[in-house]
């Protein structure tokens, strides 16, 4: 068996980069945690983020106001709102299809 460790360079003058990736930045990692959940539908932001707003408080009324179930319930509304907060361009054009193809 030969000795790998050769003291010559054999191609002297040529670079070779380390092959491992450069750390990432704070902004970096934060800018791909945000184009994360921008990917997210409703359904997902909730249950991602569920620990922080309980369910309870989007719950529909048992009667009286905000009680009917609709496509622009509380819940449903407030998700949307949500989505459109963390989304880049804000549109309430995208949001709305958003929840109209989702549910």
Same mark, same amino acid.
């Given at each position: 068996? /030969?000795?790998?460790?050769?003291?010559? $360079?054999? =191609?002297?003058? *040529?670079?070779?980069?380390?092959?491992?990736?450069?750390r990432r930045s704070a902004q970096q990692v934060f800018a791909e945690?945000?184009?994360?959940?921008?990917? /997210?539908?409703?359904?997902?932001?909730? $249950?991602? =983020?569920?620990? *922080?707003?309980?369910?309870e408080h989007l719950k529909p009324e048992s009667s009286g106001a905000m009680s009917r179930r609709t496509i622009f319930s509380k819940e449903n509304t407030f998700w949307?709102?949500?989505?459109?907060?963390?989304?880049?361009?804000g549109g309430c054009k995208e949001v709305v299809r958003k929840l109209q193809s989702w549910v």
């Open positions: 068996m /030969k000795n790998l460790t050769n003291p010559t $360079a054999m =191609l002297p003058g *040529f670079y070779i980069p380390r092959r491992g990736r450069k945690q945000i184009a994360a959940l921008r990917r /997210k539908s409703f359904k997902q932001l909730g $249950a991602i =983020l569920d620990r *922080f707003i309980p369910a949307a709102f949500l989505g459109q907060v963390i989304d880049a361009d």
